[in-house]
């Protein structure tokens, strides 16, 4: 049984920044990638950053570069979102996906940012930015 729990959603002005965690359980403590997804209403779920379980490399849409930054503390099966100088555009529910796709180019290989390479999911935490 796969189990991702996001929590650390709420409200923040622009600008502010905020921290999301994601508590996996079950097999998605084996998944090779675990990733941070966003989806705004009317909009489809994107790819906002991506980490490999095993060494930790990261991958980030070209939105959140610089203001982003994912992390994983892997004896409590958690990771970690934080968001810098968030702005209203930001404002999405916030998924986090657990999975197992890599690409590599010259030898570089990060986890995929990409909806269908993710099998698993949590529910999601709201951020809203004004």
């Known amino acids: 049984h796969v189990q991702l729990v996001e929590s650390g959603g709420g409200s923040v002005q622009a600008g502010g920044s905020m921290t999301l965690s994601c508590v996996a359980s079950?097999?998605?403590?084996?998944?090779?990638?675990m990733a941070w997804f966003r989806q705004a209403p009317g909009e489809e779920r994107e790819g906002v950053a991506s980490i490999g379980r095993r060494h930790g490399t990261t991958a980030y849409t070209d939105s959140v570069k610089g203001r982003f930054t994912i992390s994983q503390d892997n004896s409590k099966g958690t990771i970690l979102l934080q968001m810098n100088n968030l702005k209203p555009g930001d404002t999405a529910t916030y998924y986090c996906?657990?999975?197992?796709?890599?690409?590599?180019?010259?030898?570089?290989?990060?986890?995929?940012?990409?909806?269908?390479?993710?099998?698993?999911w949590g529910r999601g935490t709201q951020v809203t930015v004004s």
């Open positions: 079950g097999y998605a403590l084996g998944s090779t990638c």
């Open positions: 996906a657990a999975g197992g796709t890599t690409y590599c180019s010259r030898g570089d290989c990060r986890c995929s940012v990409k909806v269908p390479d993710y099998g698993d």
